[in-house]
């Protein structure tokens, strides 16, 4: 299941703009439209995981934030270059 769930994030994320960021219930909502909160928990382990390798960034308020224990709303993005 995490590996569709990695699948499915990436190929949303591929679909918006350098910069942008996604919501986690898009990816939800893209596995299962009737049943998406069910795997809200999955996705988020997913992110979590894939913020420690490196390979997406977790937001709060715009901002890049550590992948460990934070709370509420969030959205992903991919990792930005140093400009």
Request: proline residues 6%; positive net charge.
């Amino acid at each position: 299941m995490s590996q569709l769930i990695e699948e499915t994030l990436f190929d949303l994320l591929s679909q918006v703009r350098r910069g942008d960021s996604l919501n986690p219930n898009e990816v939800a909502k893209a596995i299962d439209a009737t049943q998406w909160r069910r795997e809200l928990p999955k996705v988020r382990a997913v992110i979590i995981g894939l913020a420690r390798q490196g390979r997406l960034e977790v937001l709060r308020k715009g901002k890049p934030i550590e992948p460990e224990g934070f709370k509420g709303i969030y959205r992903v993005r991919l990792p930005q270059s140093e400009t």
